[in-house]
Nanobody, 121 residues
Framework: QVQLVESGGGLVQAGGSLRLSCAAS????????MGWYRQTPGKQRELVAA???????NYADSVKGRFTISRDNAKNTGYLQMNSLKPDDTAVYYC???????????????WGQGTQVTVSS
């Protein structure tokens, strides 16, 4: 009923920028938090950035000052602007959102399929 679709990944040189998008579609009453995680082979998925519906934002220390999370509530879309990219940022990036599909039901967490970001040195 609810889908999250990421886009915007790709190959970029160190120091470059990418903008990831996460579009939520389907039966959506409201979206509470939206966030971005990343994962590399053999490692646990880690939080990159998260944003609540009230605008409270949390960043991983490794991306502070370089990445910016934002959202367009009218479009049910979240973004991750990534600047000054480093080879260590190479990973599959996943978006997640806590979505309520109807007024009086609890929120559930949904995940996108992931998008590959590769930063070359």
């Amino acid at each position: 009923q609810v889908q999250l679709v990421e886009s915007g990944g790709g190959l970029v040189q160190a120091g470059g920028s990418l903008r990831l998008s996460c579009a939520a579609s389907g039966r959506i009453f409201s979206i509470a938090s939206m966030g971005w995680y990343r994962q590399t082979p053999g490692k646990q998925r880690e939080l990159v950035a998260a944003m609540t519906s009230s605008g409270s934002i949390n960043y991983a220390d490794s991306v502070k000052g370089r990445f910016t999370i934002s959202r367009d509530n009218a479009k049910n879309t979240g973004y991750l602007q990534m600047n000054s990219l480093k080879p260590d940022d190479t990973a599959v990036y996943y978006c997640t959102a806590a979505i309520r599909t109807m007024r009086y039901v609890r929120e559930n967490d949904y995940w996108g399929q992931g998008t590959q970001v590769t930063v070359s040195s």
